[in-house]
């Protein structure tokens, strides 16, 4: 029999890195998630990943048990990663931030695509340049 879900949780933590510490700890707590658990095993699961923040979904049941999906980083963020930078342009029509190239564009598109609603790797590059476009960065 399946067991009753009582809650989802979307939380975004530091790959490698979460601690019990705010903001982590108490959204988990009111979830009831064993939080020492459930550090231990996200840092388990993304340490090949430090660098990148990770959104993950926990799903809690009835029983205080849990399971999680980790989910790609955001688009901004794996664009900024690639220009090596620390955040976009606050007015992203006036003022560039940097320039991705087509390769660069491929790569994040590709890490993309098992959250995207495409599997097709144009279509992913289109959802990943408009991003970039909202960020002040051009694509060559």
């Keep these: 029999m399946a067991k009753k879900i009582v809650k989802k949780v979307k939380v975004t933590a530091p790959a490698g890195k979460a601690t019990p510490a705010p903001p982590l700890g108490p959204t988990l707590g009111q979830a009831g998630v064993n939080i020492g658990d459930f550090t231990k095993k996200f840092n388990e699961a993304t340490k090949g990943m430090m660098g990148d923040m990770i959104p993950v979904v926990i799903t809690v049941y009835e029983d205080r048990t849990y399971d999680f999906v980790l989910k790609t980083p955001p688009t ?24 991705l190239s087509k390769a660069q564009l491929k790569e994040i598109a590709t890490k993309k695509i098992p959250d995207l609603n495409t599997d097709n790797v144009e279509a992913a590059m289109k959802v990943v340049a408009g991003t970039a476009r909202q960020m002040g960065v051009e694509v060559k």
């Design 76 to 99: 901004s963020s794996l664009i900024l990663k690639a220009l090596g930078k620390e955040k976009g342009s606050g007015k992203p029509n006036t003022s560039k931030v940097g320039t």
